[in-house]
T-cell receptor, first 113, second 114 residues
């Protein structure tokens, strides 16, 4: 059974700084997703990573996937207040469970001046 | 394309009552998923449909829970004889089963069982 762990669970950042959120998963994952959730809102898709070495970037966020290490990272560059949210990674085990996502606990990111 | 919509947004009920939630997916999406999210946790998978067929149910889904997707369009999730432990946010998502299979989530239904 696929298990997904994120760290850190809480991240307080200063504006302008860089940081990385880590997502480890326990067994082979067919694909890896990153989502953002604002308080009281639903989940917004950020990235989907399909293969080893995949790297996706959008604005100040960059996600990567290392399937050999079973690790995905979400790197934040020069953080701004608008990035404050909860970030989730989720794995899809594929096979007969294709489409069933297993989520990490989430990382609550707060960016302050 | 108006996105995934869920109704109601909030539901307060007394223990032992039955509740039903509705989800309308993005129109061309053939897959529909239900998840449950409690405070401070990531969503947990409950069940999913491809068209009208229910393909998998989580062990979390006790016999008190039932989901349907008649005609492969909207879906309902019913909880019978609610318990306080059922209090959570119930999220619905839909996707097109091909390519990246990105799931698009609705705003959720927050259930409070008193």
């Amino acid at each position: 059974e696929l298990k997904v762990e994120q760290n850190p669970l809480f991240l307080s950042m200063q504006e302008g700084k860089n940081y990385t959120i880590y997502c480890n998963y326990s067994t082979t994952s067919d694909r890896l997703y990153w989502y953002r959730q604002d308080p009281g809102k639903s989940l917004e898709s950020l990235f989907v990573l399909l293969s080893n070495g995949a790297v996706k970037q959008e604005g100040r966020l960059m996600a990567s996937l290392d399937t050999k290490a079973r690790l995905s990272t979400l790197h934040i560059t020069a953080a701004v207040h608008d990035l404050s949210a909860t970030y989730f990674c989720a794995g899809d085990a594929g096979g007969t469970s294709y489409g069933k996502l297993t989520f990490g606990q989430g990382t609550i990111l707060t960016v302050h001046p | 394309d108006t996105g995934v919509s869920q109704d109601p947004r909030h539901k307060i009920t007394k223990r032992g009552q039955n509740v039903t939630f509705r989800c309308d997916p993005i129109s061309e999406h053939n897959r529909l998923y239900w998840y449950r999210q409690t405070l401070g946790q990531g969503p947990e998978f409950l069940t999913y449909f491809q068209n009208e067929a229910q393909l998998e149910k989580s062990r979390l889904l006790s016999d008190r829970f039932s989901a349907e997707r008649p005609k492969g369009s909207f879906s309902t999730l019913e909880i019978q004889r609610t318990e306080q432990g059922d209090s959570a946010m119930y999220l619905c998502a839909s996707s097109l089963r091909q390519g990246k299979n990105i799931q698009y989530f609705g705003a959720g239904t927050r259930l409070s069982v008193l």
